[in-house]
């Protein structure tokens, strides 16, 4: 019984550490316990185990919930983001480059480039031509595309201000004497992939 007050404060001690290595992922409470049981059972108290074992139980049981809840977190995160494959159809040579805006509203939609969520042109290397956009949240998008075949990054018209490229939009609505409202041309975007096709239309033969 002398011993008593230094059994508690060694039991005390590496319940400290136990914690510690707990918290840090270095040490599962089923580990200590196979190896340190019997070593304490012969120097402490029941009392200073019973302290000892909940000590480290609690701690599994808070590591547990935060387990849980990143796994859970980095599930939702995945959820989150889509990947979006767009196909174009009637490209009329593959000269150039084709060139994509995608636009989240109707702000600056069509024309208005600075405001789109995603601008990129991309050479065209074979048809069917086909290009995926990853990372997009889901949600409401429509798409402007331009076969930039002079590879300029912009949109030849001519003197009267008719497009000389072929050009498209998401949803392939009737081309009119001006451009189609961003309601015309929006789509939904969810679940893990979603796929659409434009087709391209070349006013002064392309």
Known sequence: MKQLPYCLDYCDVWLGFVSF???????????HVNIKLHSLESHC??????????GGAAWLTVLGSLVGATVIGASQAQAETT???VEIDGLRSQQ????FSIFAN?????TKTAQAVRNQCVKITNRPFQVEFQNLKPGSYAIAVLHDADGNSQ????ALGIPTEGFGFSKNPAIRLGAPSFSETAFQVSGT????????NYLLGG
């Open 193 to 200: 992939t979603t796929k659409i096709q434009i087709r391209l």
């Open 83 to 85: 990947r979006l494959k």
């Open 45 to 54: 108290e029941t009392n200073s185990m019973v302290k000892l074992l909940q």
């Open 155 to 158: 949109a030849n018209r001519n």
């Open 96 to 99: 150039g480059q084709v060139c």
């Open 106 to 110: 109707s702000q600056g939609f069509p």
């Open 21 to 31: 290595a707990l918290a840090a992922g270095a040490l599962s409470l089923e580990t």
